[in-house]
């Protein structure tokens, strides 16, 4: 059976300068060779875009795509320190939408992510939107309630064509950045359930068009277990992305067609 290729998306954070940025490409381009098993993503800060963008121009294998970690919520105006999805459009393909930073650190709600997506598919961009539960919210029992409210607010007003421009990442905020992964099982469970809550919305057969990927302390250890789960499209990678040894591994373990 011909199975499409697993998503691998590298989120750098606010971390690496321009230089340190393109030394890691390079030696992720070194270290994976010609493998073509994999769609790459990077998603450096806003500013390496424009030189990324050039140097992978370049060059052809591997393929590396970008994406953005954000954008504004507006499309044009007097918002300063702020970079709109126009402006990355032709550099980058994806922005990672509504991550646990973003929601915590930036005051971002489901409202902001909704219109982001809007904004984001506008531009002729793909959003990654994160979404996931609390520590507290999964020791109450409240995560299948937490999945669906996010789902719904964020994809609100979206139609079944843009669904398969859209990626769904589970990112329990409980097992980001601290080397606590989920455990696969739970995983498994909620791919199911975004799945079947997007069913809800969209129908069965649109639920099959969204990617979803996991994410939360994944490294190259631990990558394969999720990587061989039923219904997974993918991975987002945080810390072990910025380490050109641990993102090759993860890459590598994705199964060549
Ligand atoms: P992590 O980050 O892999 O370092 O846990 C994931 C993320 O924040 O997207």
């Known amino acids: 059976m011909n199975t499409p290729k697993k998503l691998i998306v590298g989120n750098w954070k606010m971390h690496t300068t321009i230089a340190e940025g393109s030394l890691l490409v390079n030696r992720l381009r070194k270290e994976i060779g010609e493998y073509n098993g994999a769609h790459i993503v990077l998603c450096p800060p806003a500013t390496h875009l424009y030189p990324l963008h050039k140097e992978l121009a370049a060059t052809s294998k591997p393929k590396f795509e970008l994406g953005v970690q954000n954008i504004s919520e507006h499309e044009e105006g007097a918002y300063t320190g702020e970079v709109s999805a126009q402006m990355v459009s032709g550099l980058a393909k994806y922005v990672i939408i509504g991550h646990s930073e973003r929601r915590k650190l930036f005051g971002e709600t489901d409202k902001t992510e909704n219109g982001k997506i809007a904004i984001v598919l506008r531009n ?134």
């Open 124 to 257: 002729g961009l793909m959003p990654i939107l994160c979404i996931g539960e609390s520590e507290l919210a999964r020791n109450l029992g409240h995560t299948k309630q937490v999945i669906l409210d996010q789902l719904n607010a964020c994809l609100q007003n979206v139609t079944a064509e843009e669904l398969e421009k859209i990626t769904i990442a589970y990112e329990p905020i409980w097992a980001i950045g601290n080397g606590n992964f989920a455990k696969p099982t739970i995983v498994a469970e909620t791919i199911l359930l975004i799945r079947n809550t997007i069913a809800q919305t969209f129908g069965r057969m649109n639920s099959t068009k969204v990617r979803v990927l996991y994410g939360g302390s994944v490294d190259g250890d631990n990558a394969k277990a999720y990587l061989d789960l039923q219904g997974i499209d993918g991975l987002l990678v945080g810390a072990a992305s910025l380490n050109y040894k641990q993102f090759s591994k993860i890459i590598l373990k994705t199964s060549p067609k």
